[in-house]
């Protein structure tokens, strides 16, 4: 059996810039995606524009710089998150929402495996893989590393009780990622991708980065053989990796060298 990305290898910059031209000449607008590339959903919704070359316009907002609580960005995105969208006079928060949106705005670019608009059984799978996600893996896996980890860079405390708070939050979360990454392991005992079938979805690209973002803190997952095979094949299988990962893996490197202070310029 034969496992199919639908990748194209082109050189960003260079493609980002033909497709603006062509927008300005049909007289479109340019999808606007307001992300930080240290943000797993951000860096979800990237990956899909980048590799099927959906025209858009990067806007780079610095969590970690505090620009998600400035005025300005909250005038136009009074949720304060990322990633948020701007396409015409849609404008829309959450990464799964804005990943559905793009799938079916412009259709002629993806592939329709990744989000189908016929197949309803295989949107269906997908739907409830994302629709899980926020309470499954995102919860463990950015809970750990959140409370096992991230907290103690930005608000570091002597007080005990509070320490015995973190670690216990710390603990749940774990508990949550271990559960998410058993199902993961079962369903990728069963298919080659995460909603079934041989090629990738909206809900492997969610997942990949959820679980990667792991590698910040050396995290063991080699007892899943199954993830770890969907996860090398991943990262090997998107052309658009180093071009969406690249601030992601100088922060590995950095975080692996030695002390990292979060915020730092990378």
Known sequence: DTVV???????????????LHICHIQGAMTMKLFVDKMSQPSRAVLTLCAEFRVPHEVVSVRIDKGETR????????PFGKVPFMQDGDVSLAESHTIMRYICQKYSAHIPESIYPRDDLALRCR???????HHNLLRKGAAGYFFWSFLVHRINSTSDAEEKKRRAV?????????????GHME???????????GKRLSLADISAFEELIQLR?????ISKYANVVSW???MQNGLQSYQQIHDIFE?????????????????
């Open 169 to 181: 939050l710390a603990q749940d979360a774990e508990r949550i990622l271990h559960i998410s990454l």
């Open 126 to 132: 997908i739907d409830e893989k994302l629709d899980a």
């Open 70 to 77: 400035k005025p300005s960005f909250r005038a136009i995105n």
């Open 231 to 233: 996860t090398k094949r």
């Open 186 to 196: 079962d369903f990728l005992d069963k298919a080659p991708f995460l909603a079934g």
């Open 250 to 266: 100088k922060a590995v490197v950095a975080l692996n060298k030695g002390p990292f202070r979060f915020g730092s310029k990378l």
């Open 216 to 220: 910040l803190i050396k995290y063991d």
């Open 5 to 19: 990305f639908f990748c194209v290898q082109t050189p960003y910059k260079v493609e980002r810039i033909r497709l």
